[in-house]
C-alpha cells in the first residue's frame, strides 16, 4: 500500500542534478545485489516499495546486474507490472552498459553496436519505452571515445533516454567526452563514480570539483563501502555478511585492525551526533552539495529506512569534520 503523495515526498530531500532541470533524491536505490535470480522476488517487491513510500524515486540497474546477467532488470520489470509501473512519471529509471553482457566480439564495452543492442535488450527485460538516464558504465579503451558518444547522443535522439550519463570516468575522461557531448547538444547531466570516507578518488583527481564548477552532476555509488561504515562488523563478521555469503566484492582481509579502529572512532562521532555510522558516512558525501545522490543498496527494508534517517541531520560543525578528517588521516587511506 502507497502512502499519499504529500506523506511519500516530505520524507526525502531532493537535489538538482548538475545544471539540468532533474531532481534526484538525496537517497537512491541501487540494485547491484539482492535482485538477481538467486534472490527472493517477495523481499525484492517489499525493496523497492518501501523505497518509494519513503521518496526515493530513482531506482538504479544496468544490464549485468544479476546473477545472472539481466535478471535485476527481468525482476525490476516484474516489479513494475505489479503495480509500480502505475507510477512510471514519478519515477528515475536508470541503467547502462559497458561490461561484457553476451559472449562475442559485440557483448561489451562502448561501441554503438553493443550500446544500442543492450539498451533495446534492457528496455525489453523492463518491459519499458525508455530509461530517464542511460550510462556508459566504463570507458573503453580501444573504441574511439566520439563513437561512444555519438551513439549515446543517439540513443536520446531516438527517444530510449530522457539523458545520458558516464560512470568510472575520471576528470580527465569526463573532460574529453564532455568537449563531444557539448558539440553534440547531448543532454549530459551526471558521472556515477565510487565515493565514500573510504574512497576519495574524485577528490584526489579534481573531479568532484570540476563536475561542481561545469554543472555536472555527480552520484555516489559504494558510499557505506560495502558495508564497512556501518556498524555491521564492530563485533565480528556475521554468517549472512556479504563477506560470507558472495565474497566477490568485499574480502575477509578488508576487515582488519585499522579500518576498524577508523571505524569505531567515526562511530562514536555518529552516536554522539545522534546517528547511526550509516547516517553519517551518507551525509558527510552530501556535505557540500557536490555530490547529488547517494547510491545504497539494501537486503532488508529497514536498511533503507535507516539510511533514509540521515536527512534529518546532513550539517557538520567545523569541530566535527576535524575530528572525523583525523579519524580518515590516521595511519594513512585505507
Known sequence: MYLAKETRYDAMKYNRCGKSGLLLPAVSLGLWHNFGSNGKFDNMMDLCLTAFDHGITHFDLANNYGPVPGAAEENFGKILKKGLGNYRDELIISTKAGYEMWPGPYGNWGSKKYLVASLDQSLQRM????????????????????????????????????????SNYNKAQTQTIEAIFRELGTPFIINQKKYSMFVRDIEEDGLKSYAAEHGIGIIAFCPLAQGLLTDRYLNGIPENSRIRTDGRFLKEEAVNAKTLDKVRALNGIAKERGQSLAQMALAWILRDRDVASVLIGASRPSQILDNIGMINKMQFSKEEMERIDSVLEQNGPQ
Open 127 to 166: 518491459g519499458l519505452d525508455y530509461v530517464d538516464i542511460f550510462y556508459h558504465h566504463r570507458p573503453d579503451p580501444d573504441t574511439p571515445l566520439e563513437e561512444t558518444a555519438r551513439a549515446l547522443d543517439g540513443i536520446v535522439k531516438n527517444g530510449k533516454a530522457l539523458y545520458i550519463g558516464i
